[in-house]
């Protein structure tokens, strides 16, 4: 990501293909991107720049299996062992009878465990940090790709050749 400090070169796009098939060029040619901004998500995106697979898929699991272990526990402790009842003529420790509660649970700590990753991960809490504006326009209606400068072996007229041949319709330089 792009939150250090330094000087950076930016280039602006008009197109979401042409800077989808922008990085993957650049990349071949040795520019190290540091990030891709734009106003909405771009499919295959995250391949293109080599951002490894995401793993949330196993925090989700391990929520809901946290959720699955703590709605068995209560129910189990409560129903079975603290105070056992007979209802209806059932076992006071009848599995079967606890699934609609375990499903809530489940879904209920994958829910809220979830959110707080995308909030931990993305930066998303109380911040006394500006983050760094490559371009306004990124929010709206171009598409931003940052280069660290200290980062890349090619000298800066190198990388902006680079970017205007590879659509760019705006090279800028951004001091942070």
Known sequence: MANSHGKYLVGV???DEVILHAVPKLRKAGVKISEVYSPFAIHGMDDALGHPRTRIGIAAFLFGVTGCI???TL???TMGIDWPMIVGGKDPISIPNYIPITFEL????TAFGMVTVF??????????VNPNMFD???TDNKFVMAIDLKGNRMTEAEITQQLR????EEVNIKQF
């Open 70 to 72: 703590c709605a068995l």
């Open 75 to 77: 129910t189990i402790w």
């Open 165 to 168: 041949e590879t659509g760019a």
């Open 136 to 138: 306004p326009r990124s």
């Open 119 to 128: 909030f931990i991960t993305n930066g998303l809490g109380p911040s006394l």
């Open 106 to 109: 489940t879904v209920l700590f």
């Open 13 to 15: 796009y008009d197109d």
